[in-house]
């Protein structure tokens, strides 16, 4: 499975593939959705980086009253907030509009860097700096600067990079009631994110991301996607054509440090709410031989994975069955959203 997809990966980079994908259109959904932009200047670590520095973000909630609970979510690199509110199928894809009709609410941000939010010097936009801003978001989103709302119960929730910086800042801080990590283990596959990133990554100034920074930030090659973050055999290739539409970039220092003290270094053990990891079964970053990690099954996975928390985490572990990297734009995502929801109805009362 790595091999094939490895290959692909090469073919698909040499063959040079080209130009921007026009991007679906959103259906109407029910959920109620509004985008807020908040000031992160009070970090003396953002502070250095844009004056006034901002992060953007959409919430969504649910028809009627909104609930006291809300959940914090933040992309992976090379993503933005539309990882999380694909603009195809929402019905289907969408994780804030599916979480909004199961009367969930959900705050999605572009983490500093990507979509809306401030877009800094790349050089100084460490996982440190990316968790102190979200650590502000969370004090926003307590004392109703969202929304109007001042939510009681705050989870954090992350994908890939963005699940390194949620372990950061959920162990830095202590802010938050629960964490959920996606597409991530402790113990990454080192050749296939090597050859990856060597053949799959371009300068974001030379694509077709909109807004790109400094040369330090990266985005991947058109055609790159499909076998980084998917496996096909459980993926629409309309929902691959609008996650290359909407890709973002990411920060060569910030994904540096994001994989060695976000992930690699057990943060996690600082981290003392429950926690849910969740993974899918055929990620060929994170999972498999060449990861050290054995994502076959939940059980097995979270017995290599239990060192790495402490007891007050209560660790969770949830597999996606034949889904790649990106779990939440799978076919059968609707099964890792359920699964989501039970957890937290289980472990945090929510």
Not at 60 to 84: F, K
Not at 87 to 105: C, I, K, L, N, T
Not at 230 to 245: F, G, L, M, R, S
Request: charged share 15%; net charge negative; proline share 7%.
């Amino acid at each position: 499975m790595l091999v094939r997809k490895l290959a692909v990966l090469m073919l698909a980079c040499v063959a040079g593939l080209t130009g921007a994908v026009a991007p679906p259109t959103a259906s109407a959904s029910s959920a109620n959705c509004s985008v807020t932009t908040l000031p992160v200047n009070s970090s003396s670590v953002v502070r250095l980086l844009t004056t006034p520095a901002v992060i953007s973000g959409q919430l969504c909630v649910p028809d009627g009253a909104v609930p006291s609970a809300v959940q914090l979510l933040v992309h992976g690199g090379t993503y933005n907030r539309t990882y999380w509110d694909l603009p195809y199928q929402p019905d289907q894809y969408s994780y804030q509009r599916d979480m909004a009709e199961h009367g969930y609410a959900t705050f999605a941000v572009d983490v500093l860097g990507a979509g809306q939010s401030s877009h800094p010097l790349s050089l100084p936009l460490t996982v440190w700096a990316e968790a102190e801003a979200l650590h502000e978001v969370i004090g926003q989103l307590r004392a109703g600067a969202v929304g109007g709302t001042r939510f009681g119960k705050v989870v954090i929730v992350g994908h890939s990079v963005g699940s390194g910086i949620v372990a950061s800042e959920a162990s830095t801080y202590k802010d938050v009631d629960g964490v959920i990590l996606t597409g991530v283990t402790h113990i990454p596959s080192l050749p296939a994110l090597g050859l990856g990133a060597a053949l799959g990554l371009v300068p974001a100034f030379l694509s077709s991301v909109q807004n790109p920074g400094d040369p330090l930030y990266f985005t991947t090659k058109p055609g790159a996607r499909g076998p980084l973050f998917y496996n096909t055999a459980d993926a629409d290739p309309d929902v691959i054509a609008a996650d290359e539409a909407t890709k973002d970039q990411v920060s060569v220092p910030g994904m540096g440090t994001v994989a060695v003290f976000g992930i690699v270094v057990p943060v996690t053990l600082g981290i003392d709410v429950p926690v849910l990891q969740a993974v899918g079964q055929d990620d060929v970053l994170f999972c498999g031989l060449l990861a050290l990690r054995d994502c076959s099954s939940a059980s097995a996975l979270r017995a290599q994975e239990a060192p790495f928390y402490s007891a007050a985490a209560k660790l969770s572990v949830y597999v996606l069955p034949d889904a790649g990297h990106s779990i939440a734009l799978h076919r059968n995502a609707g099964d890792y959203r359920d699964a989501t929801r039970a957890w937290l109805v289980s472990q945090l009362g929510i």
